[in-house]
């Protein structure tokens, strides 16, 4: 499995960002993928996430904001976070991340430590 993310940049407030993360190899049919971020000196934070399913999970200070969805093809699955109305606490690098395969049930969000497939990371920066 191999994630790849594109599309960070410094923008300014109130502006839009698009991320993308290409996900190969990645053959699980029930699954959470997501979007992770982290500022130096905090622990990592769930920003957005989508099940295999498509059943969404925001955290609180994105909501109306950004958008997760996907495309699935065989064996890879894009994964794409719209940010809009950005501000500038939302800077931050962002990671995309995969669970691996869930065999119970969908209804729990995992958290950050419960992800084994990881990208590289984008930078997001926002100024005022």
């Known amino acids: 499995v191999q994630l790849v993310e594109s599309g960070g940049g410094s923008v300014q407030a109130g502006g839009s960002l698009r991320l993308s993360c290409v996900a190969s190899?990645?053959?699980?049919?029930?699954?959470?993928m997501g979007w992770f971020r982290q500022v130096p000196g905090k622990p990592r934070e769930g920003v957005a996430l989508?099940?295999?399913?498509?059943?969404?999970?925001?955290t609180d200070s994105v909501k109306g904001r950004f958008t997760i969805s996907k495309d699935n093809a065989v064996a890879k699955i894009t994964l794409y976070l719209q940010m809009n109305s950005l501000k500038p606490e939302d800077t931050a690098m962002y990671y995309c991340?995969?669970?691996?395969?869930?065999?119970?049930?969908?209804?729990?969000?995992?958290?950050?430590?419960?992800?084994?497939?990881w990208g590289q990371g984008t930078q997001v920066t926002v100024s005022s």
């Open positions: 991340a995969g669970s691996g395969q869930i065999w119970s049930t969908l209804a729990e969000t995992p958290s950050a430590p419960q992800m084994p497939h």
């Open positions: 190899g990645y053959r699980y049919r029930r699954y959470w």
């Open positions: 989508i099940s295999s399913e498509g059943n969404t999970n925001y």
